[in-house]
């Protein structure tokens, strides 16, 4: 009888362990997850912040760039009339005298 009871006794404590086993063990697979998921959702945070600093940075620059070709054309036309307004009045005579004559 005292084994009988001894040997219900170790597989009560063994269905403890076996139970406390499982218990810690979701308890571990869920912290995983929740861990897991966290960093994903850290990992999209950081994704986003690069996106959005890489078009600021992008927009800067381009802001830049277009000012400087604006400059740059500006300057440009400005050559091109200082070159040419000398020869409009001369230019505006030949038409005038092609349309008379």
């Given at each position: 009888m005292e084994l009988i009871r001894k040997?219900?006794?170790a597989e009560n404590?063994?269905?403890q362990i076996i139970d406390q086993g499982k218990a810690e063990a979701h308890q571990q697979a869920e912290q995983?997850?929740?861990a897991k998921q966290e960093k994903l959702e850290q990992a999209e945070l950081e994704r986003k912040k690069a996106i959005d600093?890489?078009?600021a940075k992008a927009e800067t620059e381009g802001k830049v760039e277009a000012e400087k070709l604006h400059a740059q054309g500006q300057t440009e036309r400005d050559k091109l009339r200082k070159k040419v307004s000398p020869k409009i009045p001369a230019a505006a005579?030949?038409?005038m005298g092609y349309l008379k004559g």
């Open positions: 040997i219900k006794d404590q063994a269905s995983f997850r929740t600093q890489a078009i005579a030949k038409v």
